[in-house]
Structures are given as structure tokens and as C-alpha cells.
């Protein structure tokens, strides 16, 4: 009978094309007995590239294939690096890091959800105003994950500077899925300045930014920085009531100013002797608070950047007196959008919340608006009363998710920038 027997050659890395290929067989016949033939041929060679250590050429290194590895290390056939790169590989197939806790973690990572694509691109500078912001997924999404919410956009306020208060939402004309796997923000008659955009797409339904409670807590307090027994309790009852209210997690409190920034206005005496680095009525307080950064500003003003978030209205009281200053007031936000309130003033603490969100044309104040009051009492939370416009879209804390209901990014939101400059 015709027998078949399969080859395994070795070719040097420079090799390529044909080759042909003699030999001797050697085996035992039915009968036992021992039987030598010549044979050959022409084989085409094939290249896979595999390290020295995969001895099967299943591109993982596994276990033994260490071992004998780290026995070629010994005997001086293989150097110090080598044994490296063959333990990285080992490792590499063994587990996967996981960014999500910090550490690696035995097997392979899991597939899920992420982002395939964007238009525009992350970090592009665009010349004009895009007309939609286009993301594709590597896996099909649940259509319900996908809403205004999940897939929005950011504008910086002109500082390019994302986390200090200024920041503008972008209301899209439209959120929609196309084909399961392409998701498109259309930016019809969505007017668009020069300044830095941040596409965020929800992957993490964790618990809101504390973050609120300090603005919160900045605000209401009336002094220079929260107190922290008013932070601790405001962050105490927010978290109470987005724990049993996750809806609530998609509403942040809307500032009234931008933490930790002044605007004042000199004289015009005054600041000819700062263009020319002779004014120093401002030294003594900036010392005292900074450190901050001054930037001069048209029409004989400065702008003071602090690093502390502290209460501009305070901070305001503080400069007033100041030498050669006509006027101080806080940096202003302009706007509307969604809200959280409180009732009663420190040192009186919180007990009462009113959660507000609001849509339609909210640059010059939002057309509609939607209210949830909640009491709290220890871990305990009401919702007292909702009323308002009906919403346009379901409120939640949704994060996008594939049909499986795998999260994006594996319960990470994906964000990425870029910049209009027309």
C-alpha cells in the first residue's frame, strides 16, 4: 500500500522559493523486519516564525518547553536575554494584564467591546466644523445601550482643559446606530467654536465623581474651601442616592463660576507697571494663596489661575482691597444644563436634594427641564417628588454594550480628543 510520511525541515531565515530534498527512510515491515529506501523530492518552503523555545510550534511556550529552555541556559548554549524574551513569552501566554485592577491575571484576556475607529481621529486637529462624529465597534452593540448620554461631547471652554469647571455639553441633533457596529453623532445646525472637543463613550457605570460633592459643598458653604464635614456629608447623601437611584449617577452639578479663578481689572497706571514687571500689589495675596498663574487679559485685565479650587466669590473679597485694582469677580459661567440643589445653608447640613436635567438650546438656557427631589436620612433615600417636561430619551447611567451585554472597554468609558481650528 502507499504510505505517506510527512516532513518537518529547517531552512535558514535567508531561504525561500523550492527546494529539493533526499533522504533515507528507516522502518520495520509487517513482518518485523527492518527495511532502508531512498527517497526525495521538491518541498516548498513555507515561514513561520516561531521562537527557539516552541518546540511544538503552537506560538506559546508552555511549561516544559520552559524547563528545557532554562536547561539549555544552564549548559551556556543560550545567553542571559534569551532566557528573558523565552520567560516574557511564557508569562504572555500564561496571563494577561489587567489594567482594570492593577495587576495580571491567569489566562487570556477577555474579548469584549472597544472602539474600532473614529472620525475624526483621536488628537486630530480639523480645519472644519465636522458635520458628525462617526465611532465603529469591533462587536456589534445592543441599540438600547446608545443614547445621548453614552455617546457625547464636550467642548473645554477654550482652555483646552477638561476637569476645572467650564465646560460645555454639546447637544447633538441626533444619536444613531447604523449596522450594529457604526454609531453616529450628527452635528446638523450645531454651531461649533475654535477649541479642544472630548468625545466620551460610557463604559463605566461606577458610582458619579466625588468630585460633585466638592463643587457642592465649594458653593454653598460660603467660605474659601469646603468644609469637610459639609463635603463628607454631601458625598455621603449623593452616593446614597445614586445607589438607589442610578439614574442620578447621569446628572453633575452646573457651576455658577470656574473654581480657583479670578478676573480683575486694573487701573491703567497699574498695569503699565506690570507690562513692564513694576506692579507688585498682588504679590502678597498670591503668595499667601498660590500658587497661581496671571495672565494678562485686554482692556488693563488679569486673569488668576489658582492651583486650589477655592471660592472665587471668597477669594474676590480677599483681593478687592488690593493696590491698583478697579475690579474683582469671578471667572462666570455662561449657560444652562443639568443642576443639583440643596436646601438650607451651612452650617446647617443638607438633607433635601433636587436633581435637574435640562436639554434644548441650554447655552442660552434650556428650553425643558425634568426635577427629582430626594430626602436622606443616614443611608436612608425618598424620592420625594418628579415633575417637568416629559424627557426625550430614557435617563439612566447606561454604559454601551454589546448584544451579550458585555461593557465597552471591559467597564472603562473610552474618551478621546480633538481639536477645531478653522
Known sequence: ADTTIQYQL?????????????????YNDAQGNPVQTATGGDTTIV???????????????????????????VGGQVGDFELLDTIDLWVAGHY???????????????????????????????????????????????????????????????????????????????????GGTQAIMDLTGVVLADDAYEVILAGDAGPASDRDAQLLSLEISGELLP???????????LRAIREAFPAMTAIGHLLRWVPGELLIGLTEEAMARFNHGEYHGLDALNEEYGPVTVTPLVLNALRLDFEQ???????????????????????????????????????????SYVFRRGWGDCLAGCISNHYWRFDVSGESVQLVNEW???????????????????PLNDGRDEVFVFTLRT
Open 47 to 73: 515561514r513561520q516564525t516561531c521562537h527557539l523555545a516552541d518546540v511544538d510550534h503552537d506560538q506559546v511556550v508552555g511549561d516544559f518547553e520552559l524547563l528545557d529552555y532554562i536547561d539549555l541556559w
Open 96 to 178: 494577561y494584564w489587567d489594567e482594570g485592577e492593577g495587576k495580571f491575571q491567569p489566562g487570556q484576556p477577555p474579548v469584549g467591546l472597544s472602539l474600532a475607529m473614529s472620525t475624526p481621529l483621536p488628537g486630530a486637529t480639523v480645519t472644519a466644523a465636522p458635520a458628525q462624529i462617526e465611532v465603529r465597534f469591533s462587536e456589534p452593540l445592543d441599540a438600547s445601550s446608545l443614547d445621548e448620554y453614552t455617546f457625547r461631547l464636550k467642548a473645554s471652554g477654550g482652555d483646552g482643559s477638561f476637569d476645572d469647571g467650564n465646560e460645555q455639553v454639546i447637544t447633538p441633533a441626533s444619536v444613531v446606530l447604523v
Open 309 to 351: 479650587d477655592y471660592n472665587p466669590e471668597c477669594l474676590a473679597l480677599l483681593y478687592s482691597g488690593a493696590e491698583g485694582v478697579r475690579y474683582v469677580e469671578p471667572n462666570s459661567l455662561i449657560g444652562d444644563g443639568d443642576e443639583i440643589t440643596t436646601s438650607g445653608f451651612y452650617p446647617t447640613m443638607p438633607s
Open 227 to 237: 468644609p469637610p464635614e459639609l463635603y463628607e456629608k454631601i458625598r455621603a447623601d
Open 388 to 406: 417637568g417636561d416629559a424627557l426625550p430619551y430614557s435617563l439612566s447611567p447606561s454604559i454601551i454594550t454589546d448584544l451579550d451585554g458585555r
Open 10 to 26: 529547517s531552512y535558514p531565515a535567508t531561504e525561500s522559493g523550492t527546494k529539493t530534498f533526499t533522504g533515507d527512510v528507516k
